[in-house]
């Protein structure tokens, strides 16, 4: 049953990570990569970490999906516009692949049997947060408020 | 006597998968789920419809007219009508839409709002679909809506529905975080994001008699409203109706559908309303414990479906009562208004549970909200001289 729902979820996955990517409408392509974060969240979901699921879920189509397709909205007028094949791309995504493929061979973490976790809970994620992890977490906290009060100063109307 | 009736759906439940004993582990999984999804359509499905005359039916009262009177007995039938009509309308798509993503935007809105229903405890032992992450999945499922409706705006290439889906995305995402604020102080307190556990901690009576519900401790109370208002905000209901204000851009996102896809909207935003008060009554309300110890030989889901129909009716009663607010109006109340209240209440929770969770902490969570709400509303004091209307981006 794992088995099967791992590849049916790594088709939906790829396919859709693939339209992302080759997607001539830039809308489309945005909306495909809300499908492969779907995609994702679902392996989540079968290895049992539900919390990291839903927090993808959460993050990534709840907020940087929909800002994606705001800064097409907003920013592009040739959305429609066919760019055609760009060489200089399929150098760059050429190079990360191999730099990614090397990492992961150096490492022999292939080799390695994963040990037997038990699956973590909503409930540790929280302690480990609010006590080992606290500082970092407090400094995201403040770059996300520092973000914030940049964005109303954006925004903010000049008084004539 | 009262336990097998309590129990009459899930024993139901067992009886029909009795059937499939015997076979593999994944089919009686799969039928168990499918057992679960085909009764949460049937209830919610029948609910809408039911909903949808009543509503007319009590707008009508409020209004001082009938109503809808004239299909079958008290115009009940008057949803059967309504169904076959948008069954059998022609649906149109206009020539230069997306045609992919227009499609796309009716399933995906009421396949989150249908999602949503599935991590309610509706009865004991009647959650569909029991995860640890409940109250998160609810909340995760949700915010695809504003992805839905994007692409509703999107893919309809209409100006009017452009700006429709712009008003009701940023109304959504401002009363997101109300919304998801208020619920913290709960799953602070009871230490777990499960709606089971929540409805679980809120069986015992106080003295014996004041049910232990979160909507009895002011900081409960006061969440409680922020959810209600902000729930109210995330289903576009009056008074927070500007994304489809029909009197300004037809409908909103909406403009383009037509027949039966327009009947999906329709459909998602009752859903979504449902899921919204169901989960409210799960967390503030008790969710399906009995009110009082004498009446709890009345089944829980008997309970859950009163509670809901209450809340229902409040949402109907608001929409016959309030007219439609302006977008500032709304974005204001959000940002300045209830989201510090919304904190306030997670503050309040914290001093109620460390002041010992009995008269002394909810004296002193009383005192901490009432001291900020009179803070709040001597800021926000919006009662000056009053002078010519400025129109900023119009002569």
Known sequence: MNTGAFIAIAIVTLS????????????????????????????????????????????????VAVLIVFTILLTRRDVEKDHGFKWGGVVIAAAVFAGLTWSILKTQSTAIVAPQIRALTVKQIGQALMTTYVWPMQCVGLLLTAALIGALLLVIEEKP | ?????????????????????????????????????????????????????????????????????????????????????????????????????????PILIAAAAILALGVIPYGRNMTPFGIDGGILFFFAVGSTTE??????????????SMLGAMRAIAQ??????????????????????????????????????????????????????????????ESNRTPFDVPEGESEIVAGHMTEYSGFKYATFFMAEY???????????????????????????????????????????????????????????????????????????????????????GLRGWLWSLIVIASVYTLLSIVLDTRRKFAPRVYRFAE
């Open chain 2, 271 to 357: 859903i979504g309303m449902f899921a919204i008060s169901g989960l409210g009554l799960t967390l503030f309300l008790g969710g399906w414990h009995a009110p009082a110890r004498v009446l709890e030989f009345l089944p829980s889901y008997l309970w859950f479906f009163g509670k809901l129909s209450v809340l229902l009716m409040v949402y109907v009663w608001v929409r016959g009562t309030l007219p439609r607010t302006r977008i500032d109006q709304i974005m204001n109340l959000a940002w300045k208004f209830m989201v510090p209240m919304a904190f306030t209440c997670v503050i309040a929770a914290a001093v109620w549970h460390y002041a010992g969770r």
């Open chain 1, 16 to 63: 859709a990570a693939m339209a992302a990517a080759t997607l001539r409408k830039l809308m489309h392509a945005a909306l495909s990569f809300a499908l492969a974060i779907v995609g994702l969240a679902a392996f989540f979901f079968l290895v049992g970490a539900e919390f990291v699921g839903l927090a993808l879920v959460f993050i990534y189509i709840g907020a």
């Open chain 2, 1 to 105: 006597m009262s336990k097998s009736i309590d129990q009459i759906f899930v024993s139901a439940k067992h009886w029909l998968l009795s059937w499939l004993a015997g076979s593999p582990d994944w089919l009686i999984q799969i039928a168990s789920s499918l057992v679960n999804i085909f009764a949460l359509l049937a209830v919610f499905l029948t609910l809408f419809a039911l909903m949808s005359v009543l509503e007319r039916k009590i707008l009508g009262r409020i209004q001082n007219r009938y109503g809808p009177n004239r299909v079958g007995p008290f115009g009940l039938f008057q949803p059967v009508a309504d169904g076959i009509k948008m069954l059998i309308k022609e649906d149109i798509v206009p020539a230069r839409a997306d045609k992919s993503v227009h499609f796309l935007a």
């Open chain 2, 172 to 233: 959504m995402f401002s009363y997101e975080l109300p919304l998801f604020v208020t619920v913290l102080p709960i799953v602070m307190v009871v230490g777990s994001l499960s709606p089971d556990r929540i409805v679980a901690a809120q069986a015992e009576y106080t003295y014996g008699l004041v049910p232990r519900w979160f909507v009895f401790t002011p900081w409960g109370a006061a969440a409680f409203i922020l959810f209600f208002v902000a729930g109210l905000a």
């Open chain 2, 147 to 160: 992805l839905a409706v994007f692409m509703a705006g999107w893919g309809s290439n209409n100006k009017f």
